[in-house]
């Protein structure tokens, strides 16, 4: 029997059917698990956008399934596919391609467990599926419908309580800003149909 945890979410693990290689590592609620078994496209649970996510819906990079193996627990899932196109947001073949973890990196109370920057990508890819699927009641379509130059506005009016924040409220208070900043930043991307690569870009060469 599935056991989903205590937030009614199950792990999965996509491995590719023909290789064996391991994927990427993701999250499925009930509704989640019914279509992938459903077939043909696996589809996950969002945790950072709390939403049913049917991956490759708008980047193109659809897993097709081809098995559903759960563990001797019933508290993990693995699902074999033939991906159409590279499983990863960063363009890799899997999202594992990184160099061997180093335990030094760790937390000091032993957890490793980030949602790191790729939410951001996950954000822009739902903001292009919205401009496009246009649901009513969106405030991001609005945004759009308003165009570049109000977006703009958001964004110096987010970052200005974002500064606010810093200097006069609580931590929570600044992410929360900040959250707000960045998803406006994000609305602005889609608006001038620019690729966030290039963004990216800059910013990795401001590593040094």
Not at 127 to 154: D, F, H, N, W
Not at 183 to 204: I, R
């Amino acid at each position: 029997m599935i056991q989903f945890d205590d937030r009614g979410l199950l792990a999965a693990i996509v491995q590719d059917a023909d290789s064996g290689r391991v994927l990427m590592h993701a999250y499925m609620n009930k509704e989640a698990l019914k279509l992938t078994l459903e077939g043909p496209d696996a589809w996950f649970y969002s945790r950072s956008r709390q939403e049913l996510w049917h991956k490759g819906e708008t980047s193109g990079n659809f897993l097709k399934v081809v098995e559903v193996e759960q563990d001797c627990d019933g508290d993990a899932i693995v699902i074999k596919v033939n991906p159409v196109s590279p499983a990863c947001h960063t363009g890799s073949e899997s999202c594992f391609d990184s160099a061997v973890l180093d335990t030094a990196l760790l937390e000091a109370d032993g957890s490793s467990e980030k949602l790191g920057p790729g939410v951001l990508q996950e954000l822009l890819d739902v903001i292009k599926q919205r401009a496009t699927e246009k649901p009513e009641g969106s405030y991001t379509v609005q945004l759009l419908e308003e165009g570049t130059g109000r977006i703009a506005q958001k964004i110096v009016e987010e970052s200005g309580e974002t500064a606010i924040a810093s200097v006069s409220q609580t931590k929570e208070d600044v992410a929360n800003e900040m959250g707000d900043m960045l998803y406006h930043c994000m609305v602005l991307l889609a608006s001038l149909e620019m690729p966030a690569d290039m963004v990216w870009e800059v910013l990795a060469k401001r590593r040094g």
